[in-house]
């Protein structure tokens, strides 16, 4: 890389952006987060030489859409032990399943749950999409709430059996990976960090919140009730306890 640290357009609550930040993190890379109005920042990538998809990083020698393409080629410049994705075999095949489950469907239940209980808070979520937004955007984001809701619904098909899917589904994901933690692991597969064990800190973090997330999220205790629910029910969990473990590891206060 070179002429400077590179951009990361995102939508700051996005799992594909906290991904990104995590993989950014691991591999030392410094760069500048531009977050922008949900929408807005989608055709702003494809004035960046993206194609609407975010998160976009872009600049200092450097453009890859996605964590997934960032890590890739990342992971081509670092040395082996650095690498998150494995090059082939029965490791590379556990770690892609993982990462296909956990920035997957785990991704999508938990957005389809938190968004759910969340978007009728319009005061509440304006604040927070508010908060990492450029100055003029931040002021725009109240007028356009109600389109970003209703956007946010039809993409998520929002709705009360939707949601109750989901939840039973992130319960029974975090019960699945108990199990494989059971023993005391610090990692999912292999003796490394892997993109799959990133993935599941992405993925876990807008209902756990632990310290060193990197997107504004409400505090636990103006939480709508079910969120507050499910977030009390899982901080007990294995799962919960090693995703804030990696959180330290990774981004120590």
Do not use: C
């Amino acid at each position: 890389m070179s002429a400077g640290p590179p951009v990361l357009l995102t939508f700051a609550p996005m799992v594909d952006s906290e991904l990104s930040r995590l993989v950014l993190g691991h591999h030392g890379v410094a760069y500048q987060e531009r977050d922008h109005l949900f929408g807005w920042v989608s055709l702003l990538t494809l004035f960046r030489g993206g194609y609407g998809r975010i998160p976009l990083l872009h600049g200092g020698g450097f453009r890859a859409t996605g964590p997934l393409k960032i890590a890739a080629r990342l992971d081509a410049a670092a040395p082996a032990d650095r690498r998150l994705i494995p090059a082939n075999g029965p490791l590379a095949a556990q770690v892609g399943a993982d990462t296909d489950r956990f920035n997957g469907q785990l991704a999508i239940d938990v957005a389809t749950f938190a968004y759910f209980h969340l978007l009728p808070e319009r005061e509440l979520m304006t604040q927070v999409f508010q908060a990492p937004l450029p100055p003029r955007e931040a002021r725009i984001m109240p007028h356009v709430y109600r389109p970003t809701r209703l956007l946010f619904r039809l993409l998520l098909r929002l709705g009360p059996e939707r949601a109750a899917a989901a939840r039973t589904r992130i319960v029974r994901t975090f019960s699945d990976v108990d199990q494989r933690l059971a023993t005391g692991r610090d990692v999912l597969a292999g003796e490394r960090l892997t993109l799959a064990d990133l993935s599941l800190m992405a993925s876990t973090a807008p209902i756990l919140l632990p310290e060193g997330y990197g997107a504004v999220m409400p505090p636990p205790e103006r939480l709508p009730a079910p969120l507050r629910t499910l977030r009390d029910e899982l901080l007990g969990t294995v799962t919960a306890a090693w995703v804030q473990h990696r959180y330290r590891a990774l981004r120590p206060p």
